[in-house]
């Protein structure tokens, strides 16, 4: 279906992505962009449910849809995984949000009901943010009462998990990251929030955060980005409980040795999570719909196409709340 876009998140490492220095599969010619807020401009005879005029959260995630095998999936307008079938995907799709109109298959758009009348659209991208988040909070099986631990809370992807693990009742939420301004920030949010300034050291790291938890946490969730060693993910995986859980949702290209005996003897489970699905997109909307989780915190630095390359600059220097978004439409 076709959509005006209303507002796009620029993530902060866009000019990494668009340089090639990333790799990321991108097919050139292309208009780039990740998942976007959409007003329905036209929709296909045989899509239902949808109409014309309604705000939707359009997901980049398009997946080959197989229910046996291994289905390939691309992030439409910014990545492939490189395969033969892949490719065929991304020249059918190959365009994305960084546009005044974009197009989406139709299982990619969400429908957020009374999101036309929202009066700060320019919040309305930091949804992707939280549904990431909150798919790996899910994916943990996250109760209410437990621990958390969300490594790399200083990213955008960081702050949101702070946000969600708090509205999903959360009892401690112990934000890990290096910035330690990000972190007071996030401090500032809930008395449930203890921050733990990263040193690089792992088992001083791993002491510190246990120390923030009761005996060690319930679940980690890792959204931490690209770092020079896997260290910060194994502290916080030291700091688990017995039967804890650790999601996998961040950006690390190494490969993790994972401490087997520990995680045999303590029944730990180590699971992964990408992207968000439909249910979780609406969820999440009716969370911050409702006010249970407040984007009040949450600071928009907004650009117009023609800036856009002022937007690549703010979004490399902004993490945690603050974020860089285009309003094609203004």
């Known amino acids: 279906m076709l959509v005006d876009v209303v507002a796009v ?50 997901n980049s995630l398009y997946s080959s849809g197989e229910t046996a095998g291994s289905p390939d999936e691309i992030l439409i307008g910014w990545t492939g995984t490189g395969s033969a079938r892949s490719a ?11 546009a005044q109109r974009a197009c989406y298959p139709a299982p990619c758009v969400t429908v957020l009901p009374g999101a036309d009348q929202w009066t700060r659209p320019e919040l309305l991208p930091f949804l992707a ?33 702070v946000l969600a693990a708090l509205a999903r009742g959360a009892t401690q939420v112990i934000a890990t990251g290096r910035r330690r301004e990000s972190l007071a920030t996030l401090e500032k949010l809930d008395s449930r929030v203890r921050p733990v300034v990263l040193t690089g050291d792992r088992a001083r790291d791993g002491e510190a955060i246990r120390a923030k938890t009761d005996a060690g946490a319930d679940l980690l ?26 999601v996998l949702v961040g950006g690390v290209r190494h490969e993790l040795a994972l401490p087997y005996q520990r995680i045999q003897r303590q029944q730990l489970t180590v699971t992964g999570s ?25 600071n928009a630095c907004s650009f117009d196409l023609e800036h856009f390359d002022d937007a690549l600059n703010t979004a490399a220097s902004l993490s945690g709340l603050d974020y860089t978004v285009l309003l094609p439409e203004s």
């Open 221 to 246: 969730l890792d959204v931490i980005a690209h770092t020079p060693t896997t260290d910060p993910t194994l502290a916080c995986l030291d700091a688990l409980r017995i039967r804890g859980t650790a």
């Open 274 to 298: 990408f992207m968000f699905d439909s249910a979780t997109a609406l969820e999440v909307w009716q969370l911050v719909r409702s006010g249970t989780i407040d984007l009040t915190p949450v």
């Open 9 to 58: 998140r620029v993530p902060s490492y866009t000019r990494q992505v668009l340089t090639g220095e990333l790799h990321y599969d991108l097919p050139a010619p292309l208009v780039p962009g990740p998942t976007c807020i959409g007003r329905i401009r036209a929709v296909a005879d045989d899509v239902f449910g949808v109409d014309v005029g309604e705000v939707a959260l359009c």
């Open 88 to 98: 065929r995907m991304q020249r059918t799709w190959r365009h994305g949000s960084f």
């Open 129 to 161: 943010s939280l549904a990431i988040a909150d798919g790996g909070l899910r994916r943990g099986g996250l109760r209410g009462g437990q621990s958390v631990i969300v490594n790399g809370a200083t990213g955008n992807l960081g702050g949101a998990a």
